[in-house]
């Protein structure tokens, strides 16, 4: 199978793979209403591969179609640092929901000038791999049938032939996702 046909590919998984919060029993308006009612800081809990990240750029898209001020920071293993401008975010933060996605990859210090230049926001959602001191928000919590839903609406006719394979992959990817749908891309290549 060319790379381009492959269902698993990662173009065609951000269009499929879209986040939805009826997967958590939950409507986006649900979702939103608590955002907007929501003041302070909050996190948004899931291990690696759980779908903070597609959270976070769904929620970014939506907030801003309602004409919420969203301020987006992403931080990984090859984004470290504060890019030249990232702190110099609008003067008044006071309307502004801040998605701050990987903050703890960053330096200790450079976090804690961040977190001061963001304590006037109406509302910071970080995300976080385990409970942490600050208050939870949203926790996602993927599990293998969840998984199997994932690739059954990716591969289709092709989920017969992943299906025996997903719940040891999934258990040996320690509930990752994104890896499992490596995987699958793998196995379909």
């Known amino acids: ?26 409507s986006w308006d649900t979702l939103l209403a608590r955002i907007e009612t ?32 969203v301020v987006r920071l992403f931080f990984n293993d090859t984004n470290r640092c504060l890019a030249p401008g990232t702190l110099d975010l609008p003067t008044n933060l006071g309307n502004t929901t801040v998605l701050l996605d990987g903050d703890r990859h960053l330096p200790l210090i ?52 992943l299906a025996p394979q997903l719940d040891a992959w999934f258990r040996s990817e320690r509930g990752n996702l994104r890896h499992v749908l490596r995987r699958c891309y793998d196995a379909m290549a």
């Open 1 to 26: 199978m060319r790379p381009r046909d492959n269902p698993f590919a990662m173009a065609r998984l951000e269009q499929v793979l879209a986040f939805r919060p009826e997967w958590l029993g939950q």
């Open 38 to 69: 929501t003041r302070g800081t909050r996190t948004v809990i899931g291990r690696h591969g759980a779908g903070k990240t597609t959270l976070f750029e769904a929620l970014a898209t939506r907030l801003a179609a309602r004409g919420h001020p």
């Open 110 to 161: 450079v976090r804690a000038r961040l977190a001061r230049r963001l304590a006037g926001a109406r509302l910071v959602l970080c995300t976080r791999h385990r409970r942490s001191l600050l208050p939870v928000f949203l926790r996602l919590e993927p599990d293998a049938a969840l998984l199997h839903r994932c690739v059954r609406e990716v591969a289709g006719r092709h989920y017969p032939q």
